[in-house]
Nanobody, 126 residues
């Protein structure tokens, strides 16, 4: 069984920074792609950033230059980060990760499945 678990959320003042982590655990071979989304109270979920193996990172216009998505250099940690700086009150939301995870079916077979994490709250307020 594979799980995605986010962590790193919290309360931060405007202009502050946070690092969110999304860890894939279980029968994971590797993370093929992963995106961060956020949902503020009363609003629809929106795309924040994404990465994909062999491709370019993508960012929402609202976070370009402030947020950076990356994966841990130790790939076996199966962890993706979202580094957020110069946070603004409008960044307040529940942040969730969504990954296309390559899982081990057997010693020689893999498959790709889509998973969501539970989310972590980020609150930007003075």
């Amino acid at each position: 069984q594979v799980r995605l678990v986010e962590s790193g959320g919290g309360l931060v003042q405007p202009g502050g920074s946070l690092r969110l982590s999304c860890v894939a655990s279980g029968n994971v071979f590797s993370i093929y792609s992963l995106a961060w989304y956020r949902q503020a109270p009363g609003k629809q979920r929106e795309f924040v950033a994404s990465l994909i193996s062999g491709g370019l990172n993508q960012y929402a216009d609202s976070v370009k230059g402030r947020f950076t998505i990356s994966r841990d250099r130790e790939t076996r940690k199966h962890t993706v980060y979202l580094d957020m700086k110069n946070l603004k009150p409008e960044d307040t939301a529940v942040y969730s990760c969504n990954g296309s995870i390559i899982i081990n079916i057997s010693d020689r077979e893999t498959d790709v499945h889509d998973y969501w994490g539970q989310g972590t709250q980020v609150t930007v307020s003075s």
